[in-house]
């Protein structure tokens, strides 16, 4: 028994120590990134920071070993990519979203992480200060102006009084923005029903529960909610209420509308942080990048007409306006 779990044992870590050796023979640097989920957002975040590395003169083989993964929306899996990710000797993992960046944080007593679009990077509990993030970690982030599209809701449909929130409550970048909604519905006196799920079905259920109840819907850039997008505005066109989003990307899959950033600059961001750490610059010194500037309205065309709606004169002649989704 005991010998054979040592041959084992030995045959494993021989296995290791082969593939380590065949996978990297001239000790390229080693550049991870971990996604929990596919959807557009985060692609398109992942692709720009492809695209800039490239640019950068970085090819994978060559001169950089890249590695991709995707915990197809399991949290669970996020794990073993995490473990992976260190047997590999990644010289920086990069996480894109908040549920991949908390899971990647236990790696960086080790290895420097970059983390990537996390709403809120304090709340999520990875830096204590975005200016100056010490320990082994840093990155952008994408906060959502939730203020602000609630502004953009009063204006396209003003007679709004109650407004349902749908997240995802284990989304830590979902709760911070929940808190912002409630401040600016108190704030302006509208009522908050929240809705929330944990994966397309629930949220879906709770979609419907919510178009009974409420005058619009409202999500923040929810991962989950992200991935249910399809179902989720179909369930909010059907029943004929506008439907509230927290990224570009969801007004794209059918979302009425939202004000924000355009995510192809985060991507960008992310891999000039890389190639800093690459060149030995220390990821804590590294201050956070925030992006709230250069936001856009992006309005659904589609879904705006199935609502019955029309945008008013004031944003039809915005310059920032982008609309989305073929007539
Ligand atoms: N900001 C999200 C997070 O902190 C990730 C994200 C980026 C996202 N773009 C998105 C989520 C678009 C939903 C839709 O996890």
């Known amino acids: 028994g005991t010998d054979m779990k040592k041959l084992l044992a030995m045959f494993l870590s021989l296995g290791l120590v082969l593939s380590?050796?065949?996978?990297?023979?001239?000790?390229?640097?080693?550049?991870?990134?971990?996604?929990?989920?596919?959807?557009?957002s985060l692609n398109l975040?992942?692709?720009?920071?492809?695209?800039?590395?490239?640019?950068?003169?970085?090819?994978?083989?060559?001169?950089i070993i890249f590695h991709y993964a995707d915990a197809s929306g399991q949290?669970?899996?996020?794990?073993?990519?995490?473990?992976?990710?260190?047997?590999?000797?990644?010289d920086v993992i990069v996480a894109i979203a908040t549920p991949t960046a908390q899971m990647a944080a236990r790696?960086?007593?080790?290895?420097?992480?970059?983390?990537?679009?996390?709403?809120?990077?304090?709340?999520?509990?990875?830096?204590?200060?975005?200016?100056?993030?010490?320990?082994?970690?840093t990155g952008?982030?994408?906060?959502?102006?939730?203020?602000?599209?609630?502004?953009?809701?009063?204006?396209?449909?003003?007679d709004m009084k109650t407004v349902g929130f749908l997240y995802n409550a284990s989304e830590t970048n979902s709760v911070s923005n929940l808190q912002k909604a409630k401040a600016y519905c108190k704030a302006h006196g509208l009522n908050l029903i929240e809705g929330t799920g944990k994966d397309i079905t629930e949220l879906t259920t709770s979609a419907s529960v919510l178009t009974q109840k409420v005058d619009v819907i409202l999500a923040p850039n929810d991962n989950t909610v992200a991935s249910?997008?399809?179902s989720l505005s179909k369930t909010c066109i059907e029943a004929g209420i506008p439907f509230y989003v927290g990224a570009d990307s969801m007004v794209k899959?059918?979302?009425?509308?939202?004000?924000?950033?355009?995510?192809?600059?985060?991507?960008?961001?992310?891999?000039?942080?890389?190639?800093?750490?690459l060149h030995g610059k220390k990821a804590g010194d590294i201050p956070v990048k925030v992006y709230k500037k250069d936001l856009y309205i992006y309005v659904n065309k589609k879904t705006l007409h199935a609502l019955g709606l029309t945008l008013p004169e004031s944003?039809?002649?915005?310059?920032k306006l982008q609309l989305m989704g073929e007539d």
């Open 107 to 137: 790696a960086a007593k080790e290895t420097p992480v970059v983390f990537s679009a996390v709403s809120d990077p304090v709340g999520a509990q990875l830096v204590r200060d975005i200016k100056h993030p010490g320990g082994n970690i």
């Open 20 to 40: 380590g050796c065949s996978s990297n023979p001239k000790h390229l640097p080693v550049v991870s990134v971990a996604q929990l989920v596919s959807h557009p």
């Open 75 to 90: 949290v669970a899996n996020l794990n073993s990519i995490i473990n992976q990710f260190e047997d590999q000797q990644s």
């Open 315 to 319: 944003i039809q002649n915005n310059k």
């Open 45 to 63: 975040i992942r692709d720009n920071f492809k695209k800039e590395m490239k640019k950068k003169g970085y090819e994978d083989g060559k001169n």
């Open 253 to 277: 899959d059918g979302g009425l509308a939202t004000v924000g950033i355009d995510y192809a600059q985060l991507g960008k961001e992310t891999a000039d942080m890389v190639v800093d750490i």
């Open 140 to 158: 952008t982030s994408d906060e959502v102006q939730v203020d602000q599209i609630l502004e953009l809701a009063k204006e396209i449909t003003p």
């Open 228 to 230: 249910a997008m399809q």
